[in-house]
């Protein structure tokens, strides 16, 4: 097994350790390092991030804030190691997001990850999630958790990202923002918030419009999310939480061949013009969170959620696609409506006891999950006009329910932490076909998947400054609905042949948190996959899938972070991973690489902070190495590095604080690939980034 990669990466962090080390013991006087309180790890258990068997990482409200656009995660989540968020620069589609390369191959939303908002999934039973409602204005923290343990959310689980609104201060607080920059960006935001008695309210609203960076890439956006919260009794506490974003005719510029990408990246795919592709989301959810201490040793949390989503999109399906005497009788058009409603709840039970002179702290719980879909498809032309709704082609009514149960125990001592779970979970898939003529039989029907993820992690506590731990786990991911509705072979009915993937994971990491506020973070990590589900055949706007053999990811990640002189700091984060196909399948030879996913990624940032002025600046470098387009490794989009700048000022005058910013990203004002469309079927593989922009922000709040 090469290991050079990894044991490259390794050696560097140890020797940044080493030296981190000698500047701390020299330092005076020591401070302790700030270490952040985080619950994905341990599901209704608050723990700090430090003493986890797991890589979880926190990125503060200040962060998705400072000097940010605000409006897409892949602001400020590429200050995580593992995590590859690429904005697409095409907002009718959802941001790329993977985790150690779990994620990589969806083509639309995101894809193998657990998504949460304020605890409430944004990740649909069946794994397909998406994150346009998750509102940076408001958040207090995004935790970002990676690894074995993620494992104990379930299916498609192979990261966790979890937002959670911040709470109001005591007092009431109003604040208004606004920024306008480069492409005809344009964003405004309204925030009220505050606590009075036992209330405690957040709420927010946000208006984002934008020309696009390329032709025919035009955008809106209009959201709002509310967190209002009520201590009934000492012990008792509800929280209720809304959210809505709505997205009209959001244009859809598709991707471009290279020699389209080569010629003008601002370009839009000449199909996308002729169609006038474009798609429209709203989307309403609500929910309620209910925690109770029962004594000083139990305590009950129980989650509660509902909501809907329509989506109608516009596709560029030729004409002569849906209309060759092949199809004629049963291709589903080019125009995709759903009308989605969804709803669940979580209740778990958590003890707090002890093991003979050490605590033990048990969570155990059951999630019943359930989405109903009425999907719909159109031809995309009346006639001889194309882009409108045309003739009915599809009709059907879709359900998904999972059903799980889940325990994980900590046992803690002076040295050593223990951490063990198993989630048992069961989705069921339901067709129902309402679209049956001559030619086009019933496709109606069936599926039931489940499996059992144990995952057991430990900590050594080194000593004041530096945990070692340890975690092995295992972990699956059902076929998604779009996955599972055609038949590699063309025959109609669901594709049942699809099977889940299974993996298994283990990760070793060392956690140090040194004096003067310095921080280093790594861990090594290996992910096996079987069945992995691949795309078997991409033409006329149809996908289908197929399970591929075994999978390997195998990486390196680190991240440093700390004050280095008065005023100056720096942040840091390096990733090395290999994603390779360890078995032949189809054309695709035996160590080609997972498309999509790119072996290095790295950030990192000097900033400089003088106080009594209220000023801040910063240099920000991001490198993102070469990503295969698709299973065969034909073509890769180039790597790339860019530098961005960020200033910002703020005052404080009485009760009011304002803040400006200025930001400039891609200052060498470079061309290249901002993502890539995996396995696209007529090679439109590449999403070009904009060359250098700027944003220009002013806020201003009051405190009453």
Not at 344 to 353: F, R, S, T, V, Y
């Amino acid at each position: 097994m090469n290991t050079r990669g990894p044991l490259q990466l390794a050696a560097v962090a140890a020797a940044v350790l080493a030296a981190t080390q000698a500047h701390a013991q020299a330092a005076d006087p020591p401070e302790r390092t700030l270490r952040p309180v985080v619950v994905t790890p341990t599901p209704g258990v608050a723990r700090d991030a430090f003493d986890t068997p797991a890589s979880v990482d926190v990125v503060g409200g200040e962060a998705l804030r400072n000097a940010q656009l605000q409006v897409n995660l892949s602001e400020s989540l590429v200050r995580v190691p593992g995590v590859v968020a690429l904005n697409r620069q095409n907002y009718a589609q959802d941001l790329q997001i993977s985790i150690r390369g779990f994620g990589a191959r969806s083509t639309f939303g995101v894809r193998g990850l657990r998504m949460f908002s304020d605890g409430i999934p944004a990740t649909a039973p069946d794994g397909q999630g998406q994150v346009s409602h998750f509102d940076l204005s408001s958040a207090d923290r995004v935790e970002v958790l990676r690894g074995p343990f993620s494992s104990l959310y379930g299916n498609s689980s192979g990261g966790v990202i979890a937002l959670f609104t911040a709470d109001g201060l005591p007092g009431l607080q109003a604040e208004a923002g606004a920024a306008f920059g480069s492409d005809g960006v344009r964003r405004q935001n309204l925030r009220f918030a505050g606590e009075q008695g036992a209330w405690n309210w957040n709420l927010s609203a946000t208006n984002f419009e934008t020309d696009g960076y390329r032709d025919h890439s035009a955008a809106r956006r209009m959201g709002f999310n509310g967190k209002l919260k009520f201590k009934a009794t000492a012990d008792t506490r509800i929280t209720l939480v809304a959210n809505a974003v709505d997205m009209p005719d959001v244009q859809d510029p598709l991707g471009l061949t290279r020699a389209e990408y080569e010629a003008n990246p601002r370009q839009a795919s000449p199909a996308a013009l002729q169609f006038n592709t474009r798609k429209s989301v709203d989307q309403q959810q609500v929910g309620a969170i209910l925690e109770h201490r029962v004594d000083e040793v139990h305590a009950v949390k129980v989650t509660t959620w509902a909501g809907q989503r329509g989506t109608e999109q516009f596709q560029s399906i030729p004409v002569f696609v849906q209309t060759s005497p092949a199809n004629v009788n049963t291709h589903p058009g080019g125009v995709i409506g759903l009308d989605r409603d969804y709803r669940g709840i979580d209740a778990q039970w958590i003890a707090k006891l002890r093991a003979g002179d050490h605590p033990v702290t048990l969570t155990a719980g059951v999630t019943a999950d359930e989405l109903k879909e009425h999907r719909q498809g159109f031809r995309n032309f009346v006639g001889t006009t194309l882009g409108v709704l045309g003739a009915l082609r599809r009709n059907e009514n879709n359900r998904v329910r999972s059903f799980d149960q889940y325990v994980q125990g900590t046992w803690d001592s002076d040295r050593l932490s223990v951490t063990a779970g198993v989630r048992h979970s069961v989705v069921k898939f339901e067709s129902r076909d309402l679209f049956i003529a001559t030619g086009n039989p019933d496709d109606s029907g069936s599926a039931r998947y489940g499996a059992t993820t144990p995952v057991l992690g430990a900590v050594y506590h080194l000593n004041e400054s530096t945990n070692l731990y340890a975690a092995v786990g295992r972990g699956f991911e059902t076929p998604t609905f779009n996955e599972l509705s055609y038949r590699p072979d063309g025959s109609p009915g669901l594709n049942f042949a699809l099977q889940p993937a299974s993996s298994k994971q283990w990760e070793l990491g060392v956690k140090t948190a040194l004096r003067q506020n310095w921080r280093l973070n790594a861990a090594l990590f290996q992910a096996r996959t079987e069945d992995e589900i691949v795309v078997a055949s991409n033409t006329g706007g149809r996908s289908t899938f197929r399970n591929a053999g075994e999978t390997r990811r195998r990486g390196v990640e680190a991240a440093l972070a700390g004050e280095w002189a008065t005023g100056w700091s720096t942040h840091a984060a390096l990733t090395w991973l290999d994603a390779t196909y360890e078995t032949a399948f189809s054309s695709v030879p035996a160590g080609s690489r997972i498309p999509g996913i790119p072996r290095v990624t790295a950030y990192a940032e000097v900033a400089y902070k003088h106080r009594p002025w209220g000023l801040e600046t910063a240099l920000e470098a991001r490198h993102i190495g070469r990503i295969a387009v698709n299973d065969t490794n034909t073509d890769f989009a180039p790597a790339a590095t860019v530098f961005n700048l960020r200033f910002s000022l703020a005052q404080k005058v009485d009760r009011w604080t304002f803040r400006e910013f200025l930001r400039v990203d891609n200052l060498a004002d470079r061309n290249y690939v901002g993502s890539v469309i995996v396995n696209e079927g007529n090679s439109r593989f590449f999403e070009p980034a904009p060359g250098r922009t700027w944003l220009l922000g002013v806020n201003a709040a009051y405190a009453f």
